[in-house]
């Protein structure tokens, strides 16, 4: 089992940066797939991003492909989402999410969530 804590949400103007990071407890990080995915007020939680065990391989939704990059440090237990240009339509609770069969599109497929980090961009 791992548990999951996002951090790095917060106010940021349309246009700007922020960085997201999600740490995991235990030593097992590494055989875990990451992913974050966004809700939205109104809307069902949607997938933004996922890394592979080994950092090899990465996944992201066209709405955020090229703005948003995935990164993990596994001696850190940490994944990370750096966010660029961002728009007042990334608004949303941003959650990381551990699979640790392989990583997916489909949020049902992960094992573990984090309780999430809120990002609000002003226009």
């Known amino acids: 089992q791992v548990h999951l804590v996002e951090s790095g949400g917060g106010l940021v103007q349309a246009g700007g940066s922020l960085t997201l990071s999600c740490i995991a407890s235990g030593r097992a990080f590494n055989v875990f797939a990451m992913g974050w995915f966004r809700q939205a007020p109104g809307k069902a939680r949607e997938f933004v991003a996922l890394?592979?065990?080994?950092?090899?391989?990465?996944v992201y939704a066209d709405s955020v492909k090229g703005r948003f990059t995935i990164n993990r440090d596994n001696a850190k237990n940490t994944v990370y989402l750096r966010m660029t240009t961002l728009k007042p339509e990334d608004t949303a609770v941003y959650y990381c999410?551990?699979?640790?069969?392989?990583?997916?599109?489909?949020?049902?497929?992960?094992?573990?969530w984090g309780q999430g980090t809120q990002v609000t961009v002003s226009s």
């Open positions: 999410a551990a699979d640790r069969t392989y990583a997916s599109r489909n949020q049902n497929a992960y094992d573990f």
């Open positions: 890394i592979s065990r080994t950092g090899d391989s990465t």
